[in-house]
């Protein structure tokens, strides 16, 4: 069974700090997709990036950044200088195939982050 | 980019009615929709795959008689609560991948915020 653990069920910051979130995931496939979501309170999902398990490149994006460690399977998300607006949940999802062959996501449970003024 | 939209956003009923939320894509085909359950400050749960023309694929304990699903184009996929009970309210969020992609990035619906009174 696949899954995915975001150990950190919430975590509150000063605006400014940097603050990194935790993603350890499991799973037997070899070829496997990782992805990181944003839900702010209006409760939409907000899609930040897509990572395939050949790809270990960390990436950039802005203020943000992720980390993918295969040898941990961990996938870490780090937001430097956060702002009030990055206020959210973060989600940690993993893609698994399904029994009639296409890919769903198995969630974490989230990682609620309070970025305070 | 990609929208996948929910309707309605909110919706209240009372008990031992039923409620149609439906989900559409809005510039793009998908053969494949998959509907998620979210309770309060809790991760998003699969409720079952809806396929374009067949029978949705409901994870185990999801009652399909009370969860109707039915993906009658490539570009709607509705979600009936059949006669709704409190416990039914929740938050359901739909997404979707666009014909002939696999494990591109699932765009999410804005979500629909059941309460059954």
């Known amino acids: 069974a696949q899954k995915v653990t975001q150990a950190q069920t919430e975590i509150s910051v000063v605006e400014k700090e940097d603050v990194t979130l935790d993603c350890v995931y499991e799973?037997?496939?070899?070829?496997?997709?990782l992805f990181w979501y944003k839900q702010p309170p209006s409760g939409e999902l907000v899609f930040l990036i897509r990572?395939?398990?050949?790809?270990?490149q960390n990436e950039i994006s802005g203020r943000y950044s992720w980390n993918f460690q295969k040898s941990t399977s961990s996938f870490n998300f780090t937001i430097t200088a956060s702002q009030v607006v990055d206020s959210a949940v973060y989600f940690c999802?993993?893609?698994?195939?399904?029994?009639?062959?296409?890919?769903?996501?198995?969630f974490g449970k989230g990682t609620k982050l309070t970025v305070n003024p | 980019g990609a929208v996948v939209s929910q309707h309605p956003s909110r919706v209240i009923c009372k008990s031992g009615t039923s409620v149609k939320i439906e989900c559409r894509s809005l510039?793009?085909?998908?053969?494949?929709m998959f509907w998620y359950r979210q309770f309060p400050k809790q991760s998003l749960m699969l409720m079952a795959t809806?396929?374009?023309?067949?029978?949705?694929?409901?994870e185990q304990g999801v009652e399909k008689d009370k969860f109707l699903i039915n993906h009658a184009s490539l570009t709607l996929s509705t979600l009936t609560v059949t006669s709704a009970h409190p416990e039914d309210s929740s938050f359901y969020i739909c997404?979707?991948?666009?014909?002939?992609?696999?494990?591109?990035?699932?765009?999410f619906g804005e979500g629909s915020r059941l309460t059954v009174l």
């Open positions: 997404s979707a991948r666009e014909t002939g992609t696999r494990s591109g990035e699932l765009f």
């Open positions: 799973t037997r496939d070899t070829t496997y997709y």
């Open positions: 990572r395939n398990s050949f790809d270990e």
């Open positions: 999802a993993l893609s698994e195939l399904t029994q009639g062959g296409s890919e769903k996501l198995v």
């Open positions: 510039d793009f085909q998908a053969t494949t």
């Open positions: 809806s396929n374009e023309g067949s029978k949705a694929t409901y």
